[in-house]
């Protein structure tokens, strides 16, 4: 079955918080973070609170998980690439700093 973007946003914020892996929820992070370089995605994510979810992640104890709540360790967005509305990650820095 084929999800649209929002949904399937939906779908990894759920794993995340129903998960009790710990791979599982670094993995997922991982991929939201991923999905905050994407100005397409901010609204489904606002909508999502996943700006929430990257901040709550900041005390964690698993440094990973912190690690990717702040876009570390996850890949960058391509070289040149000047979005066109604000990313999610750039709110969550302005926010965060």
């Given at each position: ?26 993995q ?49 967005p ?14 969550m ?5």
């Amino acid at each position: 079955m084929e999800l649209g973007r929002l949904e399937y946003l939906q779908a990894l914020v759920t794993e995340f918080q129903v998960t009790d892996s710990t791979e599982a929820k670094e993995q997922v992070l991982a991929n939201l973070a991923n999905f905050a370089y994407d100005p397409s995605n901010y609204e489904y994510l606002r909508q999502l609170q996943v700006l929430d979810l990257f901040l709550d992640m900041l005390t964690e104890e698993n440094e990973t998980l912190v690690e990717f709540a702040m876009g570390k360790g996850c890949p960058s967005p391509p070289r040149g690439h000047r979005p066109r509305a604000p990313s999610l990650k750039g709110q969550m820095l302005r926010v965060v700093l």
